[in-house]
Structures are given as structure tokens and as C-alpha cells.
């Protein structure tokens, strides 16, 4: 089974939000029982999961802002390509080619496919 980054973001914050819940709940028990020994581990406990938590937003931050800039990078240099309709059905297509700096605007889907070959498969 395959999770995009979105799913496993969300599945890790839910077991840890799940482990935070069962460990507040241990540790009311170890107090409610005076166990200071066992409310001291758990404590110790806490601290070290709140802290790998800390660290982690800073990272999933630090990836989120690396995806999106990756994502803006892929859109400047990926053809654009529009096809409009006129009122009498009759389809044209526009085109844009950022890394070359050619453009294309043409009434043909076979003009379109030799010109994003010729520019941009470069065939």
C-alpha cells in the first residue's frame, strides 16, 4: 500500500496524538497510585515524545517549503498548453514553451504535437 506525504503526515500526528493520550492516562494512574518512580519514567517519558514532536514540525516545515518551491521550479520550466473553443465549436490550441521562449498558436492538434516535439522533446 502506497501513502502520498499528505496521508503519512496525517497517520504519524494521529499515533502520536494516540500515544500522548494513552501516556496522560498512564501517568494520572501512576499518580493517583503514588507511584513517583513510574510517574518519573513516564515524565521523562513525555518529555522526550513532546520534543521529537517539536523536531518534527520543524522538519515536516522545512519539507513543506522545499515541495512547494520544487513545485514552483517544475511549473516555470513546463510547457503550458490551452485549448479554447469559438462559438462555432471549432477548437485552437496555445502553447508556451518557458525554456525555449518559443509559442505556438495554431488551429492544428497535429501542428500542436510536431511543434511539442520539435521544442520540447527536441525529436
Known sequence: MTFTTTNHHQLRSTHQANLLTLLTRRLEVAKASHNHQLVTALEREYEQLTS???T???DNWL???WMSFAETLSDWTRVHIQQTVDSQGKPSWYAYNPQAGQMLHTDSADEMRRWIKQTYWKR
Open 52 to 54: 521529537v514532536t517539536v
Open 56 to 58: 518534527q514540525s520543524v
Open 63 to 65: 519539507q513543506s517549503l
